[in-house]
């Protein structure tokens, strides 16, 4: 326990969790958690000085790879905690597709336990819908929660079994927690690398079409109504799928849905300039602008809950392959908030308190998290946002192992320039520190 009191001064507070945008409250954390300012008595007064910053909860991406147990040159617990702190993000949920691929309650306890070691950020497991993913047996979703995942996936795989995903969703009614599916007919899209026709066409890179995604969305929203279970849509990216969705909430199916910074800002018109660069190969690809614009029109139309970065880190060696034999992904913790900022509150799109729910309150609410924001009590996690700054994105500053990305060269606008977790300072000015957290809980 330490007496030091943090006083984060004269930023714009901006609280989702509460739906509070006040221009400059104080902020006031003592022992990992916010007080009142009358009631902060510490031996010592650390003073944060926000003038000109966005002060936000908790930020969450609900949609990350980490690698760990298995694949550790691409990305460890560690590095990729050390990602999220340095792109402003408290809490990440990390998906299963390790190896082995994380299916039991033992193996959610071991990413637990490494996260904690890191002493960074909150790391949450999404343990697999199905035994190493394989889409044969449902794996123990019961046990898994218990050992604290909070979401089920076999991302990077569908389940391609509509009996095994109406059995998981109906699971999902009394376990409380999201079946994430991975929206993929793999009939339609196995041998594709990139959007079919326009730039992959002239390329001659091999194309996966918009309804290898959408048949599957589609699928699962009539699953939903079926069980009345919690579907989560991971990386929504074609215009259909927009509209499966669309029809699910107007229903009131427990139905949500995430869009990445990727979907947001690019287009297949990337692979015209980065060519044969894999750095554009993700899955679900960059699509045509039309979808794009579905896309964010979905974001404002509230069809779109979260926002995540799918970060997916790869070794540079993998990245090098041809095109089509590439490892699908992109690196994606340290420009979320900048994605945030540049595809939906730099237009004018959203609002910010509207914008930064789709990183706090939106996931939370999915992954049925419950936290309250900046209440006196409540665990201690901001991300102080300078949102004016415009920075050029240089992967090789990265903190993750993953340089992988699109973005590389662009100008953004808005970056995270202070990360706290359980009241204690994780990033200061891009520097991830070491001191590490007394605890996590
Ligand atoms: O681009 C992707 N990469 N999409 C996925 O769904 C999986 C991910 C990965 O694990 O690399």
Same mark, same amino acid.
Request: charged letters at 20%; proline letters at 6%.
């Given at each position: 326990?330490?007496?030091?009191?943090?006083?984060i001064?004269?930023?714009?507070?901006?609280?989702?969790?509460?739906?509070?945008?006040?221009?400059?409250?104080?902020?006031?954390?003592?022992?990992?958690?916010?007080?009142?300012?009358?009631?902060?008595?510490?031996?010592?007064?650390?003073?944060l000085?926000a003038?000109?910053l966005?002060v936000?909860?908790?930020?969450?991406?609900?949609?990350?790879?980490?690698?760990?147990?298995?694949?550790?040159?691409?990305?460890?617990?560690?590095?990729?905690?050390?990602?999220?702190a340095?792109?402003g993000?408290?809490?990440?949920?990390?998906?299963?597709?390790?190896?082995?691929?994380?299916?039991?309650?033992?193996?959610?306890?071991?990413?637990?336990?490494?996260?904690?070691?890191?002493?960074?950020?909150?790391?949450?497991?999404?343990?697999?819908?199905?035994?190493?993913?394989?889409?044969?047996?449902?794996?123990?979703?019961?046990?898994?929660?218990?050992?604290?995942?909070?979401?089920?996936?076999?991302?990077?795989?569908?389940?391609?079994?509509?009996?095994?995903?109406?059995?998981?969703?109906?699971?999902?009614?009394?376990?409380?927690?999201?079946?994430?599916?991975?929206?993929?007919?793999?009939?339609?899209?196995?041998?594709?690398?990139?959007?079919?026709?326009?730039?992959?066409?002239?390329?001659?890179?091999?194309?996966?079409?918009?309804?290898?995604?959408?048949?599957?969305?589609?699928?699962?929203?009539?699953?939903?109504?079926?069980?009345?279970?919690?579907?989560?849509?991971?990386?929504?990216?074609?215009?259909?799928?927009?509209?499966?969705?669309?029809?699910?909430?107007?229903?009131?199916?427990?139905?949500?849905?995430?869009?990445?910074?990727?979907?947001?800002?690019?287009?297949?018109?990337?692979?015209?300039?980065?060519?044969?660069?894999?750095?554009?190969?993700?899955?679900?690809?960059?699509?045509?602008?039309?979808?794009?614009?579905?896309?964010?029109?979905?974001?404002?139309?509230?069809?779109?809950? &979260?926002?995540?970065?799918?970060? +997916? $880190?790869?070794? *540079?060696?993998?990245?090098?392959?041809?095109? /089509? !034999?590439?490892?699908? @992904?992109?690196?994606?913790?340290?420009?979320?908030?900048?994605?945030?900022?540049?595809?939906? &509150?730099?237009?004018?799109?959203? +609002? $910010?308190?509207? *914008?930064?729910?789709?990183?706090?309150?939106? /996931? !939370?609410?999915?992954? @049925?998290?419950?936290?309250?924001?900046?209440?006196?009590?409540?665990?201690?996690?901001v991300a102080l946002i300078d949102?004016?700054?415009?920075?050029?994105?240089?992967?090789?500053?990265?903190?993750?192992?993953?340089?992988?990305?699109?973005?590389?060269?662009?100008?953004?606008?808005?970056?995270a320039v202070a990360t706290i977790?359980?009241?204690?300072v994780v990033m200061q000015d891009g520097e991830?520190l070491?001191?590490?957290?007394?605890?996590?809980?």
């Amino acid at each position: 326990m330490s007496d030091t009191v943090i006083r984060i001064k004269g930023g714009r507070v901006i609280d989702p969790y509460r739906g509070v945008d006040s221009h400059q409250e104080d902020i006031w954390i003592q022992d990992g958690r916010f007080v009142a300012g009358e009631d902060a008595r510490g031996r010592e007064t650390v003073a944060l000085d926000a003038e000109g910053l966005w002060v936000v909860p908790r930020l969450v991406d609900m949609h990350v790879h980490f690698r760990e147990p298995g694949q550790t040159w691409k990305e460890t617990i560690r590095s990729g905690s050390q990602a999220a702190a340095h792109g402003g993000v408290a809490v990440v949920a990390a998906m299963p597709n390790t190896t082995p691929v994380i299916d039991t309650p033992e193996l959610v306890e071991w990413v637990r336990r490494k996260g904690h070691e890191a002493r960074l950020v909150r790391v949450l497991p999404i343990g697999a819908v199905t035994l190493a993913s394989q889409g044969e047996d449902l794996a123990d979703l019961y046990r898994m929660q218990e050992a604290g995942a909070v979401g089920f996936s076999d991302d990077g795989r569908p389940v391609t079994s509509s009996r095994l995903m109406r059995a998981a969703l109906s699971y999902s009614t009394t376990l409380n927690a999201p079946i994430i599916n991975h929206a993929e007919d793999r009939s339609l899209a196995d041998g594709g690398a990139a959007h079919e026709g326009g730039p992959a066409g002239r390329l001659g890179i091999p194309g996966i079409p918009e309804a290898a995604e959408s048949a599957m969305v589609w699928r699962d929203v009539l699953l939903a109504g079926l069980t009345g279970g919690r579907l989560h849509v991971a990386h929504v990216s074609a215009l259909e799928s927009v509209e499966a969705i669309r029809y699910a909430k107007q229903r009131g199916y427990q139905v949500t849905a995430e869009a990445t910074p990727h979907h947001l800002l690019l287009t297949d018109e990337a692979l015209n300039a980065w060519q044969y660069n894999t750095v554009t190969k993700v899955n679900p690809p960059l699509r045509p602008d039309a979808s794009r614009q579905a896309l964010l029109k979905a974001v404002r139309d509230g069809l779109i809950d &979260v926002l995540a970065s799918d970060h +997916a $880190p790869h070794h *540079a060696d993998e990245k090098q392959r041809p095109y /089509p !034999d590439a490892p699908f @992904g992109i690196s994606g913790l340290e420009t979320i908030v900048a994605g945030l900022i540049t595809a939906l &509150v730099e237009p004018g799109l959203l +609002a $910010p308190l509207d *914008a930064f729910k789709l990183m706090t309150s939106g /996931p !939370d609410r999915v992954l @049925g998290l419950g936290y309250r924001g900046m209440v006196p009590g409540e665990q201690a996690d901001v991300a102080l946002i300078d949102p004016q700054q415009q920075w050029t994105v240089e992967p090789g500053k990265f903190y993750s192992l993953g340089k992988n990305t699109p973005f590389q060269g662009m100008m953004m606008t808005g970056k995270a320039v202070a990360t706290i977790v359980d009241g204690r300072v994780v990033m200061q000015d891009g520097e991830v520190l070491h001191a590490g957290l007394s605890s996590l809980s």
